[in-house]
């Protein structure tokens, strides 16, 4: 099966390139203080398209193994800094049917035992646990309830150190096996993590196994998701699944998920994230509305977030350092205008970033603004409208998104205009899923969208009208690929964004 995977090559000033499917470095990347460059289009090649299938339930990479209360989906995520850690996992078995009982959170203990020897552990941290509901006020809908889920946060680490952890309730007994993680590095402008590997839109299907086994190959220090995870939603609760829900189920009272779907993905992810911390932001598929209109449930309860940590107020958007980089995760399924409380965080987070201590300003959230594929065309253009000059302002370097389920690398790019001092945007969004690839461009001919069908009322707003100025004044699309896509491949995998040692001047910003 050929593969197609992507790199993203860090040098303190953004470099971006290609690795083969060896793992080898091509000696021809360039820095983003070359260019623009020309735009590239890869032919559509069908093999890169892979088994988009999703793993059963009988495969045994998603069938629970662990007894009574014994943790299982176990995760490490970030704090805001390289001191501290979050610990998640999962006890007692989940239930879907008519006649569901919630399991008491209380009745089992959040421990997690750890050190900096595998033996004896002897630190102690505790946490909270909770339990979340899938409920469906319809007849002939099951309903969910999740095991116990716990968090625990480890709080006075060392930078770029091994720690060993056991979790669960020491009282039953009921511990893990014995895991272990690195702590991010501390924050400097010489000083980053190994490896990050960059990933949307993963499911839970055989290429998702794929893209995870390459991804674990570079060993990375930590994991980004850029939304859309088990893909739960393209499910009915009897289990019935397809790869587009609306066209086979059009009449449904209500857009059902098949919540054990999450427990298959915690199960078959936990080889990787109970090592390698993995920090995720939400994405269209994570909104699975239930009873009361309670949306995104599963998504807010089964990780833990930095929020708190970082002056949020919520679970879609936040911030946290790894090394010299600053990331920001935003929302876009959240109000986002610059009266609403997202953006009025933004604001300070942005004010409080010392580019001398964390030199690279990196943001992530899930619909791109700047895509040249039909999919998804202009569709989260309100809140570019509401929030690019803002980061502009203060020099985000790379932004990363998935959704549209293709690569695609920009130039540097502000207002759709071509600027050094803007950022790149890289589009990363096919991990795998069981959805179709995105293979067909707005510039080819008849594929420019309507503008009145391309917002998405969750994302709200309308504000995607014609351009003003510019090579496509008058129009809504490109004639051909915009000056500002710089390449774009239909293929699914991941990145890996890596520091290269190379300091240079960035002389947009001030940063030496």
Not at 2 to 26: F, P
Not at 218 to 237: E, I, R, W
Not at 404 to 413: F, G, L, M, S
Not at 420 to 433: A, E, L, M
Request: contains cysteine.
């Amino acid at each position: 099966m050929a593969i197609s995977w992507r790199s993203l090559l860090l040098r303190v000033v953004a470099t971006l390139g290609v690795v083969d499917c060896l793992g080898t470095v091509r000696a021809d990347i360039p820095t983003t203080l070359d260019g623009p460059f020309d735009p590239v289009t890869v032919p559509f090649d069908v093999s890169l398209r892979g088994n988009a299938v999703d793993l059963p339930d009988t495969d045994p990479r998603v069938r629970r193994r662990v007894k009574g209360f014994e943790p299982e989906q176990i995760s490490v995520s970030l704090s805001a800094h390289y001191d501290s850690v979050w610990i998640s996992w999962i006890t007692g078995e989940s239930q879907i049917g008519f006649n569901i009982k919630p399991l008491d959170p209380e009745s089992v203990l959040s421990v997690v035992r750890y050190g900096t020897l595998r033996r004896p552990l002897t630190r102690e941290a505790t946490g909270y646990s909770l339990v979340y509901n899938q409920l469906y006020p319809f007849e002939g809908l099951q309903n969910y309830t999740s095991g116990i889920i716990h968090h625990v946060r480890l709080t006075g680490l060392k930078p770029s150190t091994l720690y060993y952890y056991r979790c669960g309730d020491p009282s039953i007994p009921a511990m893990s096996s014995t895991y272990s993680f690195k702590t991010m590095p501390i924050s400097g402008p010489k000083s980053y993590p190994g490896g990050i590997a960059v990933v949307g839109d993963l499911g839970l299907t055989y290429n998702t196994t794929t893209t995870i086994s390459h991804l674990i190959d570079h060993k990375p220090d930590l994991v980004l998701l850029v939304g859309d995870v088990t893909y739960a939603n393209l499910y009915l609760t009897n289990g019935t699944g397809s790869e587009c829900y609306s066209c086979s189920f059009p009449d449904t009272p209500i857009h059902e998920s098949y919540q054990p779907r999450w427990d298959y993905w915690g199960r078959f992810m936990q080889g990787l994230v109970s090592k390698v911390p993995i920090m995720v932001v939400e994405g269209n598929h994570e909104l699975e509305e239930q009873v009361g209109n309670q949306t995104f449930v599963a998504y807010s309860s089964r990780f833990a977030f930095p929020s708190k940590e970082s002056g949020s107020s919520s679970t879609f958007y936040y911030s946290f350092n790894a090394g010299g980089i600053h990331f920001i995760m935003l929302g876009a399924y959240i109000a986002y205008n610059t009266s609403a409380e997202q953006y009025k965080w933004l604001e300070q987070d942005l004010a409080k970033v010392d580019r001398t201590t964390t030199p690279w300003l990196v943001a992530a959230w899930h619909p791109p603004w700047y895509s040249s594929y039909k999919a998804h065309y202009r569709e989260a253009e309100c809140m570019r409208v509401a929030m690019e000059e803002l980061l502009y302002s203060y020099g985000v370097d790379l932004v990363f998104n998935g959704h549209v389920h293709a690569y695609e690398r920009t130039n540097r790019v502000y207002n759709y205009t071509l600027d050094p001092c803007g950022p790149v945007y890289i589009s990363i969004g096919d991990g795998g899923n069981r959805e179709k690839m995105a293979i067909e461009h707005a510039d080819e001919p008849g594929n420019c969208p309507e503008p009145s069908t391309t917002p998405d009322p969750y994302i709200g707003g309308f504000c995607a009208t014609n351009f003003t100025s510019g090579p496509a004044a008058g129009k809504f699309c490109w004639d051909w690929q915009p000056d500002y896509s710089a390449f774009r491949e239909s293929s699914f995998g991941h990145g890996i964004l890596e520091d290269h040692r190379k300091c240079e001047v960035k002389m947009c910003y001030g940063i030496l």
